[in-house]
């Protein structure tokens, strides 16, 4: 196969003159030698190192290593630093310290100087290191690229390296001269190729490297790569492998005559050796370090490996440990022992304690779909699903109906006596209602139809209710949170109720409303930004599209979700993003496309730390948004006076300066050393800003409003029960568990707890108690905007025995009124903690006070206690939202990305927690041990396996999930048959899964005294935390330890240990009670008889609870009738 690469040649000798001309003098790096002469590299980065881990060891992880030209040493990556080693072995000598993270080193042809990869600017780059002076050099720039695969051309002129975006695009081979310039990548098409590994051989007009289509593929089909070669005369790129297990890292030797190379045999990976002479080839060594082919492979797919100077041999890696592989066949390999003293400098660690309160009341966390009244001295809202209005700005917020329904979407009538909104119910479907404001009289329904309404507008000039609707039918076909046709089709009715007329289909708009001066509709559509049509659909005209930046990888720039036009005048009001921007929209005859961020018209940034549900004040001079339970009130008027306020200031200033700079050319200086401080060392300058008038900030409001919590009462003795306590090793047979109303009162051998007076017991003999089970990693996907009440996966999961979990990564902030509810009594489900939205790299974090900002979010408004730092950034980015959660004591957990660099940086950085598992297998003694020792909580969520297939396949063809009642019962049906009857996934042979090998890694971790967690992903609610479970303990795991992992590992990986986790006196009622014991078989753990969270206890196959009241949960609402009975073939 041949492929023509246009117009390289030419490029290339442009390459070779320009570079020239065009050098540019390179910075030295940030790095600093230490008193023993190695290069220290945390200073060009803003985290300072506040731990140490010693690691003092023979094996290492992904060893990336290159033969000096000499044949006398070896260069390699360990734990991110770089160190050199004697050919023969011994005790290796550390080049390069510090917090960056370096790797991939390669010697120059002359053996003086290293190329490598580092992130100490910041974000990942070229850099070298000069072996005699030690000193670092900086070869490219830019803080937003991904960089792998460095060597030196045969020359030692220029740096072959390759690079992608930092979030998106793939890895494309890049030309780089010693002496500087911005590079040119010389194979730019097809664009989806990657082009990573290069290498030379005899001839050094070819390049080899690997390639693939695309960057990586969840359970990935093999092939994923081949090798190719380059020809660096004619531009055309020539094919060398077609191996069915893929072929990578291509390796040659210096007299042109061998290629080495690594591919998949079945489920390892080995090394072959071709005759390039003649094309014979053979298994040079097998098997080796398994690849990273089914990953991001940014650290390239295999480690580096090189031929000695002789050409005998491959100093390669594998096991942990460095080999010399002779090429002759039959020869046998050797180890080239080493041994590393070093010390791995970590971030500070986040440890933080979040006592659950069970205090009477509680403060709800969010209002949503705040709406003023026309006046402006009132406020319309939702908390927890029902409505309130209250007296702006600081009146008492009062429910205005008493409809057992969920309320959202209010709207005021144009005179403000009246409020629209739509309800939705289960059972008879969703209206709109209309309630006077005043809270006096009925609610008055207005739709005679049930349907899903969503989005109520009250039109300004007319008697109309403008709605979004669809069938209620949907919402018993989807499980959530997206439900196709819930938006179907735009909608009018009377103010005074009626039938509904539909104005057209919906298509891509939403966001209905009005202005004052005319009779069209206002929408949003999701390409062509601010539209209206008229009251029959006719006759839509764009109005304005508005954008943000364009974040990295981002190819086009951020669309506003949310754009409504003023009431009156010129202006929008639009979400980017996170942030609420005022703009002005001009006339212009075009709709204009206008960036917030290079606007030739006014646009004001009216939010810090972001905002939601946007809306404007009926006079169009103020603009409202929420954020939590807080309210903000923009208003135009008052910051404009502000600002003239301060312009006046600047002026009065400038002039009196001027005048002062007159006054003293004519009276000269008379001490001839007045530096403008005062006797405090204060300058006056200082003393005047601090004259100067703010800036204008939005009035805001906060909203607390109270909410009884649900809390048992009475005591209760389980009598007879194994109990497991998870203190320590502690089991206590022949037990009586008191709980007294929500915590556990004593727990002991039965006769030796005392009693109360009036308990109730029940026999639990023969049974096994267990601490209520916690998923670190759940994502339970309620439905969004227009709320459920109830929600099945909350239900699912508490049925499993699964008490409390923490959702990280919402998408949206809908989680936390749900979980409001759950603490209220109003829904059933486990303790509900979460991150709310991810904090990822469309934040764009520009220092660590704009970070602050970002967390203030949730430390101050959401009080979620955590965040999901979602590869937020470079180095530097994400290690300023790491300071920023420890000031704010909040606890970050990450994204692992498929990506062993990223998780590797983030793990010396100190995150307190990891999502996914590391990609890479096997993991040795030198990454356990940092991991282990940094109490960093793995939470690998194995049924999505990063590294090969996904597990969760291997359950769903080896369990019968189609026809377990339980399941069935708790999940609607959509759901069962789409993940149980067939799989899109595919077919995978059951020894093909890595969870196997990673399953090894969460033991050695637990062995190393590390933190665990178990994590199932949303992937199947409930019954899917089990088959985690079971996975993450295949590799013979103790069961007890596996229950620790689901237990108090899981409380500690959330800050909750304090109150849940272990069977304890003081501690919460959360417990699991089981038909069998899990110490006998693990798989024990699903033979649930009852649940309890907060002292209620549950019947674990219905969810009715048995104490302390008696109450059945009813039917479900999403439960569909069989098709029994009907006419049909055999009936």
Request: zero cysteines; proline letters at 6%.
């Amino acid at each position: 196969m041949q492929l023509r690469t246009t117009s390289v040649l030419a490029a290339l000798i442009f390459l070779m003159v320009g570079f020239m001309a065009t050098l540019t003098a390179q910075d030295n790096g940030n790095g600093n030698e230490d008193e023993n002469g190695i290069e220290s590299s945390h200073e060009g980065l803003p985290l300072e190192p506040d731990r140490v881990v010693h690691l003092q060891t023979n094996e290492g992880t992904w060893i990336s290593l290159d033969v000096h030209p000499s044949g006398e040493k070896i260069v390699f990556e360990f734990m991110g630093n770089l160190f050199e080693l004697p050919i023969e072995g011994g005790e290796a000598t550390q080049l390069t310290s510090g917090m960056a993270f370096d790797a991939q080193p390669s010697y120059s042809p002359d053996g003086t100087k290293v190329v490598f990869i580092s992130d100490r600017s910041g974000g990942e780059n070229v850099w070298i290191l000069d072996l005699e002076t030690m000193e670092t050099e900086q070869r490219t720039r830019g803080n937003n690229y991904r960089m792998q695969s460095p060597i030196f051309t045969p020359d030692g002129n220029y740096i072959i390296a390759a690079r992608a975006g930092l979030r998106g695009g793939v890895h494309k081979l890049r030309m780089y001269h010693v002496d500087g310039g911005s590079g040119i990548e010389f194979m730019d098409t097809p664009n989806n190729r990657k082009t990573i590994e290069p290498a030379f051989g005899g001839d050094d007009r070819f390049i080899w490297f690997s390639q693939r289509t695309g960057d990586w593929n969840y359970n990935a089909i093999l092939p994923q790569y081949q090798i190719a070669k380059f020809d660096l005369e004619t531009g055309e790129t020539h094919l060398q492998t077609s191996r069915q297990g893929s072929a990578f890292r291509p390796t040659l030797s210096s007299d042109g005559k061998w290629l080495v190379y690594g591919t998949r045999h079945e489920q390892e990976t080995g090394l072959r050796i071709r005759d390039l002479s003649n094309g014979n080839e053979r298994w040079l060594a097998f098997p080796v370090q398994r690849d990273d082919q089914e990953s991001r492979a940014t650290r390239d797919v295999l480690p580096t490996m090189s031929f000695t100077p002789d050409n005998s041999a491959v100093i390669t890696t594998y096991g942990g440990k460095i080999w010399r592989v002779p090429v002759e066949p039959g020869a046998e390999a050797t180890e080239i022992p080493f041994e590393i003293d070093t010390e791995i400098e970590l971030g500070p660690r986040l440890e933080f304690k979040y006592p659950i309160e069970d205090t009477p009341e509680f403060i709800a966390r969010q209002i949503r779909d705040g709406a003023p009244s026309p006046d402006g001295n009132r406020l319309a809202f939702t908390v927890l699903n029902d409505l309130y209005v209250m007296n702006l700005p600081d009146g008492e917020a009062r429910k205005l109906t008493n409809l057992d329904l969920v309320e959202a979407f209010p709207a005021w009538s144009p005179d403000g006596q009246w409020i629209v909104f739509a309800t939705w119910n289960p059972e008879d479907g969703g209206h709109i209602y209309r309630m006077r404001s005043n809270g006096s009289g009925n609610a008055q329904r207005l739709t005679r139809k049930p349907g899903i309404y969503q989005q109520v507008a009250w039109s300004k000039t007319q008697d109309r209710i403008v709605a979004i609707r669809g069938d209620k039918r949907v919402y018993y076909e989807a499980p959530g949170p997206f439900v196709p046709f819930a938006a179907d089709e735009l909608v009018w009715l009377p103010s005074s109720g009626g039938d509904y007329t539909v104005i057209a289909s919906t298509n891509g708009r939403s966001n209905p409303h009005f202005v004052q001066n005319d009779d069209r509709i206002y929408l949003n559509h999701s390409q062509r930004g601010l539209i209206s049509i008229r009251f029959d659909g006719t006759d839509e005209r764009q109005h304005v599209a508005i954008t943000g930046s364009s974040p990295p990888g981002q190819q086009q720039p951020t669309r506003a979700s949310t754009i409504i036009k003023a009431p009156q005048g010129d202006q929008v009001v639009a979400q980017v993003g996170a942030d609420i921007y005022s703009v002005t929209v001009p006339r212009t005859g075009e709709a204009p496309t206008i960036n917030v961020n290079s606007a030739s018209f006014p646009v004001v940034k009216l939010t810090d730390i972001g905002g939601q549900f946007p809306a404007w004040g009926w006079d169009g001079r103020t603009i409202h948004w929420s954020i939590g339970n807080g309210h903000f009130i923009y208003n135009l008027d008052d910051a404009k006076e502000r600002e003239r306020e301060q312009e006046a200031y600047d002026r009065e200033k400038r002039e009196a300066e001027e005048e002062e700079e007159e006054n003293g050319d004519e009276n000269g200086d008379e001490n001839g050393d007045d530096n403008g401080d005062d006797e405090n060392g204060e300058s006056e300058e200082e003393e005047e800003d601090d004259d100067r008038p703010k800036d204008y900030e939005a009035e805001e409001l906060r909203i607390k409003i109270p909410f009884n919590r649900d809390l048992p009462e009475g005591v209760l003795v389980l009598r007879g029960a194994t109990v497991i306590t998870m203190n320590g090793y502690e089991i206590i047979e022949d037990a009586d568990l008191v709980i007294q109303n929500n915590r556990i009162d004593e727990v002991g051998v039965q006769g030796s707890v005392e009693i109360p007076e009036g308990a109730d017991i029940l026999d639990m003999s023969g049974k096994t108690i267990v601490p209520g089970f916690v998923d670190t990693h759940a994502h339970v996907r309620p439905y969004r905007n227009l709320h459920q009440p109830q929600i099945w996966s909350f239900l699912a999961n508490l049925a499993y025995g699964v008490t409390t979990l923490r959702d990280p990564q919402t998408g949206t902030t809908d989680l936390l009124t749900y979980a409001d509810q759950v603490t209220a009594g109003h829904l059933l489900g486990p303790r509900i903690y979460q991150t709310g939205p991810g904090v990822f790299w469309s934040e764009q974090v520009r220092d660590l006070d704009h970070a602050r900002d970002i967390l203030k979010r949730y430390s101050e408004y959401y009080d979620t206690k955590t965040i999901k730092m979602y590869v937020a950034g470079n180095r530097e980015q994400r290690q300023w939202i790491l300071m920023a959660a420890k000031e704010q004591e909040l606890m970050p957990t990450t994204e692992g990305s498929l990506d062993m660099k990223l998780n590797m940086n983030m793990l010396i950085d100190g995150y307190p927690g990891q999502e996914h598992n590391y990609p890479i297998s096997p993991i040795y003694s030198d990454v356990i041990q940092v991991t282990a020792e940094s109490q960093m909580a793995y939470t690998p969520t194995l049924l999505v396996t990063y590294g090969g297939p996904w597990v969760e396949n291997y359950f769903y063809m080896k369990e019968d999930a189609a026809n377990d009642a339980k399941l069935r019962h708790f999940t609607p049906r959509a759901e069962v048959d789409g993940k149980t009857l067939r799989r899109g996934a595919g077919w995978f042979h059951e020894d093909e899964f890595a969870t196997w090998r990673q399953s090894r890694i969460v033991q050695q971790i637990y062995d190393a005294g590390g933190i665990n967690g178990v994590g199932s992903h949303g992937q199947l609610q409930g019954l899917g935390y089990h088959w985690e479970l079971w996975a993450m303990a295949y590799d013979d795991m103790d069961p007890h330890a596996a229950l620790r992992i689901a237990t108090i590992q899981g409380a500690e990986a959330l800050g909750l240990d304090g109150d849940i986790g272990t069977i304890e006196a003081g501690k919460l009622a959360d417990l699991v009670i089981l038909e069998k014991n899990p110490l006998v078989d693990l798989r024990n753990t699903n033979t649930i008889e009852h649940v309890m969270v907060n002292g209620r206890l549950f019947n674990g196959d219905t969810l009715d609870e048995v104490w302390p009241r008696q109450l059945p949960i009813g039917r479900l609402w999403f439960h569909e009738e069989e098709p029994e009975g009907l006419p049909g073939i055999n009936n």
